[in-house]
């Protein structure tokens, strides 16, 4: 009949136009910014640092300035300078940690190898989205205390992923202490050897 394939898609127009009044699923309007936006679980925006603890974030960064970051970013956006001193790491290592990390917010495209070629975890992208400046230039460049965000926040934006890191921190950490306390047996029981050896 003339005119059906029409009729067809006139009916599937009136169902989803009469469906987004009453059906929650078809409710897709959001009243933002009353409404906080629901983004998506894998939803990424700019990078931002890790710190063990939000009350000392800048003594306790998992980035030890290895410039690995800075060196595959694309449009060349990151800037870090290395400390000239060591500190200990998220597992306990003594490391270098970075005395400037900057970000270009300007400039960064969000692809995330930064987050891809970190070995230490220390770099993970953001789900803010709000961050109009009205200086383009000195308000979008983000330096290390702007960047730095505690793990617990990490962990509420990216749950599944923050708890597989932690976990193997928390392994690498077992290990390091393993390691210690029976390198000091060894030593503890070469000097009662030498004690030993050495009395009359």
Do not use: W
């Amino acid at each position: 009949m003339l005119g059906t394939g029409i009729l067809q898609g006139l009916a599937v127009t009136a169902k989803n136009f009469v469906g987004s009044y009453h059906d929650p699923a078809r409710m897709v309007t959001q009243e933002y910014p009353d409404v906080p936006a629901k983004l998506p679980a894998a939803y990424r925006n700019f990078p931002f640092l890790v710190t063990e603890n939000a009350t000392d974030p800048m003594g306790t960064l998992h980035c030890v300035a290895c410039q690995i970051c800075e060196k595959e970013c694309p449009p060349q956006c990151i800037y870090i300078e290395k400390s000239k001193d060591k500190k200990p790491d998220a597992t306990g290592k003594m490391q270098l940690y970075p005395t400037v990390f900057a970000i270009d917010t300007a400039v960064c495209m969000g692809c995330q190898i930064c987050v891809e070629v970190c070995p230490f975890d220390s770099i993970k992208m953001d789900k803010v989205f709000e961050v109009a400046a009205t200086d383009r230039f000195s308000g979008l460049l983000l330096n290390r205390e702007q960047l730095a965000k505690s793990n617990a926040y990490y962990n509420q934006i990216h749950p599944t992923e923050a708890a597989e890191v932690d976990a193997r921190l928390a392994a690498e950490r077992k290990a390091a202490e393993e390691k210690a306390r029976a390198a000091a047996a060894a030593a503890a029981a070469k000097a009662a050897a030498k004690t030993a050896g050495s009395a009359p």
